[in-house]
């Protein structure tokens, strides 16, 4: 299988682990490590960037080329949004209504859904393009992956840490994944030399160089 199919799936199945782990049922209705997050709601978002993509799978997809995958970011408007953006309202809403039966009733549907996908991505073909109709605009089923292993990493780690255990690490192939989109757009946001200068050279390096 396509190695972003295969670091997608080892993502998925960490987040099921850690959405299992009793930790998270134990601060359910606590604050999270992010803003306006309660510990559900992040759950519930950590776990759509499962329970989305046999929708996703689903969608007509209409006649045009597919963005590429910076431009996938380029367009979207939650990049720089405040915590109290529509945008970023909405994401919090999304996470509470994939979180809204508890804990147990989502890792059972996270982990199905993972289930389903590990028979559905190896049957996808090459080059297969993906719609997303909250864009609207088309991926490539390949790069819309890499957008969920990214979001799962992250995400991983924000839940993680707003329970107190430790982040679950990644496999090498699907951490490159991940570290490689979120180069491409730290250069995008702060320039190459500021990313080479933090990741190379402390005298110089710059004080962030965060992807978003």
């Known amino acids: 299988m396509h190695p972003i199919r295969t670091g997608y799936l080892v993502a998925a199945r960490s987040a099921v682990e ?9 601060r359910w209705d ?29 969608e007509p997809v209409p006649a045009g ?18 915590v109290d953006d529509e ?6 809403r999304s996470g509470e209504r994939y979180a809204a039966d508890g804990p147990e009733e989502l890792v059972a549907a996270v982990r199905a859904a993972v289930d389903e996908l590990a028979a559905a991505l190896p049957a996808e073909p090459e080059g297969r393009v993906v719609h997303l109709a909250r864009g609207p605009w088309s991926l490539t089923l390949d790069d819309y992956l890499t957008t969920r292993l990214m979001e799962l990493a992250v ?22 994944l991940v570290l490689s989109l979120l180069a491409r757009l730290a250069v995008r946001r702060h320039g190459q030399p500021a990313v080479l200068r933090a990741l190379s050279r402390a005298e110089r390096a710059p004080a962030n160089v965060t992807a978003f």
């Open 30 to 58: 606590a604050p999270s490590a992010l803003a306006e997050f309660r510990v559900g709601g992040l759950a519930g978002h950590l776990a759509s960037q499962v329970l989305a993509v046999p929708g996703v799978l689903a």
């Open 155 to 176: 995400h991983s780690d924000d839940l993680a840490v707003s329970v107190g255990v430790p982040t679950p690490e990644l496999p090498g192939q699907a951490l490159d």
């Open 87 to 92: 945008v970023n309202v909405g994401i919090r």
């Open 65 to 82: 080329e597919p963005v590429g995958l910076l431009d996938h970011y380029a367009r979207g408007t939650w990049i720089g949004a405040s």
């Open 18 to 26: 850690l959405l299992a782990d009793p930790a998270v049922a134990q």
